[in-house]
T-cell receptor
Framework: GAGVSQSPSNKVTEKGKDVELRCDPISGHTALYWYRQSLGQGLEFLIYFQGNSAPDKSGLPSDRFSAERTGGSVSTLTIQRTQQEDSAVYLC?????????????FGPGTRLTVT | AQSVTQLGSHVSVSEGALVLLRCNYSSSVPPYLFWYVQYPNQGLQLLLKYTTGATLVKGINGFEAEFKKSETSFHLTKPSAHMSDAAEYFCAVMKGNAGKSTFGDGTTLTVKP
């Protein structure tokens, strides 16, 4: 079946512009996660949605970052007034639930370059 | 707070040699532990995980890891490296049922012929 998909695969934007990154989770998965992977570093947790519960936004680095999940499916991560330090690969993952027994399936990522 | 430390950002082994990738964690509660692999130009894939039960966990592609609470470690091993094992490996810890995971910085494994 289809895995997690993300679009665009690559995005180049000018400093100060807003960008939207999209994630389509696996159908039926109630949990959705956004991570950021900077060059040479591990994954940094950004935000997590579980069903209809309030999202866990504890990883968002600044108020320029926001995310929403419409209809419990597709999610959009928005970065306003992009800065060069926002350049990274943004990864989305989904799972059947929040329990650790459920595997997180990762998408291929969106590579964001801020010039 | 919890954290994950992967000792050695780069590890190089010869084909057929033992692979040992080290991971230590800190957590205020018993953690759930994971190893992920990222092949070049591909997404992350779960290799194995420890949640409860047996502390020696077997995963895909011949990898295994042992949870040692006394050492706060979850090292990844494979008896005999293959060229196809060349990739980046990430250790991660999840605290309870929080959902989100904390990842280490990754270890790049190179396999020499």
């Amino acid at each position: 079946g289809a895995g997690v998909s993300q679009s665009p695969s690559n995005k180049v934007t000018e400093k100060g512009k807003d960008v939207e990154l999209r994630c389509d989770p696996i159908s039926g998965h109630t949990a959705l996660y956004w991570y950021r992977q900077s060059l040479g570093q591990g994954l940094e947790f950004l935000i997590y949605f579980q069903g209809n519960s309030a999202p866990d936004k504890s990883g968002l680095p600044s108020d320029r970052f926001s995310a929403e999940r419409t209809g419990g499916s597709v999610s959009t991560l928005t970065i306003q007034r992009t800065q060069q330090e926002d350049s990274a690969v943004y990864l989305c993952a989904s799972s059947q639930g929040q329990l650790p027994s459920y595997e997180q399936y990762f998408g291929p990522g969106t590579r964001l370059t801020v010039t | 707070a919890q954290s994950v430390t992967q000792l050695g950002s780069h590890v190089s082994v010869s084909e057929g040699a033992l692979v040992l990738l080290r991971c230590n964690y800190s957590s205020s509660v018993p953690p759930y532990l994971f190893w992920y692999v990222q092949y070049p130009n591909q997404g992350l894939q779960l290799l194995l995980k420890y949640t409860t039960g047996a502390t020696l966990v077997k995963g895909i592609n011949g990898f295994e890891a042992e949870f040692k609470k006394s050492e706060t470690s979850f090292h990844l091993t494979k008896p005999s490296a293959h060229m196809s094992d060349a990739a980046e490996y990430f250790c991660a810890v999840m605290k309870g049922n929080a959902g989100k995971s904390t990842f280490g910085d990754g270890t790049t494994l190179t396999v020499k012929p």
